[in-house]
C-alpha cells in the first residue's frame, strides 16, 4: 500500500520560511519523480517544484528563487524548502509520487498559511 505522509506546513508571517517533507512508503522511491503541488479553493492544482530521479529539478516561475526541492533516497524522503513567502503562497501543499501513467500517487495535503 502506497502513502505520502506530508508534514512542516503551518502558519508564518510574510517573509518566513517553511519546509516541508513528504515520506513515502510502498513505492520504489529511487525510480520516482517527486512533486511538490499546491491548491487554493476554487483553482485547479498547480505544479510547484519537481525533482526526478535523477536528480533534475524544475519549478513554477512564481517560486524560482525562493523555494528549493529536495530529496532523499536513502530515508524516502522530498523536501520543499521555501523561503520569502508571500501571502499569495497560501494553499494546501501536496505531494506527488510518479513514475509512469500507472504508477501517480498523492499524499493527503498539509495547508501552508502565510500572514501578511
Known amino acids: 500500500q502506497v502513502q505520502l505522509v506530508e508534514s512542516g506546513g503551518g502558519l508564518v508571517q510574510a517573509g518566513g520560511s517553511l519546509r516541508l517533507s513528504c515520506s513515502a512508503s510502498?513505492?520504489?522511491?529511487?525510480?520516482?519523480?517527486m512533486g511538490w503541488y499546491r491548491q487554493v479553493p476554487g483553482k485547479e492544482r498547480e505544479l510547484v517544484a519537481a525533482?526526478?530521479?535523477?536528480?533534475?529539478?524544475n519549478y513554477a516561475n512564481s517560486v524560482k528563487g525562493r523555494f528549493t526541492i529536495s530529496r532523499d533516497n536513502a530515508k524516502k524522503t522530498v523536501y520543499l524548502q521555501m523561503n520569502s513567502l508571500k501571502p499569495e503562497d497560501t494553499a494546501v501543499y501536496y505531494c506527488?509520487?510518479?513514475?509512469?501513467?500507472?504508477?501517480?500517487?498523492w499524499g493527503q495535503g498539509t495547508q501552508v498559511t502565510v500572514s501578511s
Open positions: 510502498g513505492i520504489i522511491f529511487s525510480l520516482n519523480t
Open positions: 525533482i526526478t530521479s535523477g536528480g533534475s529539478t
Open positions: 506527488n509520487a510518479k513514475r509512469n501513467l500507472i504508477s501517480n500517487y
